[in-house]
């Protein structure tokens, strides 16, 4: 029986397992199956760095207070963090990765770096 590549349709010369003509195909085939998730998991990889780098940014001495305005204006997304952390009292910190903040009152956030 003749194998034919799902990638370009040529007929597929060699081991009995072989799946693809080429390197080439295999490649563009599987980039191909991937290419929606990998976008999805590169976008938010990004909007993860920037936050990171805000936050990095304005919070030069371990524990600032700045307030959201200031956040918004450098271009933070609030809804892309890595985790979450409750003290015993309710205080709810988000982090993006080591970096975090806790909203405070009239719009003010404390941010922190967490030690490791």
Not at 16 to 22: A, I, L, Q, R, V
Not at 42 to 57: A, F, G
Not at 69 to 83: A, I, P, Q
């Amino acid at each position: 029986m003749e194998r034919l590549c799902p990638e370009c349709g040529e007929k597929i010369i060699g081991r009995s397992d072989k799946k693809f003509c080429s390197d080439a195909c295999r490649n563009s085939y599987n980039n191909r199956l991937n290419k929606d998730r990998k976008n999805l998991v590169r976008n938010i990889n990004n909007r993860l760095r920037k936050n990171y780098r805000i936050l990095e940014q304005l919070n030069s001495k371990d524990k600032t207070k700045v307030k959201k305005e200031s956040l918004l204006k450098h271009g933070f997304s609030f809804e892309y963090f890595t985790s979450e952390y409750r003290t015993q009292a309710g205080s709810v910190y988000k982090y993006v990765y080591d970096q975090g903040y806790l909203p405070l009152e009239n719009d003010w956030y404390l941010l922190v770096r967490r030690e490791n």
